[in-house]
């Protein structure tokens, strides 16, 4: 069973983030004959992603890349809500069955067509002051640029109880995400 690694950071390292468990998710994808075990091992922020799969083709990366990164992100996520860090992953280097490493720097060409009102030698300290003056804009570009929402504020009609997450909500709610994931994949 060949096996990978996807390594990175969780950031601010500072908050020193450890996961005393490891989960084993497995993940299939039928429409490409791909069976994925993920085991997630975090430490003072490094993490390290490792999936063992039925077959190793370089072309199903992405297929890799963003079942570690939901994975990663659900346990950073309930550490940052149960210690009130504000936390972010990071997933920097692939080491595939041979060992052998590689950045990842994920990019989208096709970004650059539809940036038409200002390039980076032309134009771009006006919009870097436009965006300052408009708040809702960079929450837009953020949006556009890193492919995930981002957090906003919201008006309610009076003060909102939260209520106290335990450990077995905790975990229900990862078995709910993690069980989301899998069903969004089928």
Known sequence: ???????GKVL?????VSIGHKPIIKWESP???????????IDKSQIDVECKLNRYDP????????????LTRASVDLIAFATGWCLTVVLDTFVDPDGQR????????SLRS??????????FDDGARSLSRAPRRQTL???ETKGRATPRRRRRAGPRRARPL????CRLLQESFTSLLISTES
């Open 31 to 41: 429409d490409i004959d791909l069976t994925m075990e993920f085991t997630n091992h």
């Open 59 to 70: 072309n199903d990366f992405t297929h890799l890349y963003i079942r570690a990164l939901d």
């Open 141 to 143: 570009r953020r949006h």
């Open 1 to 7: 069973m060949p096996t990978v690694h996807i390594l």
């Open 102 to 109: 590689s950045p990842i720097a994920p990019k989208d060409d």
């Open 166 to 169: 335990t450990l077995s909500r």
């Open 12 to 16: 601010p390292e500072v908050a020193q």
């Open 114 to 123: 539809l940036c038409t009102a200002f390039d980076l030698t032309n134009g």
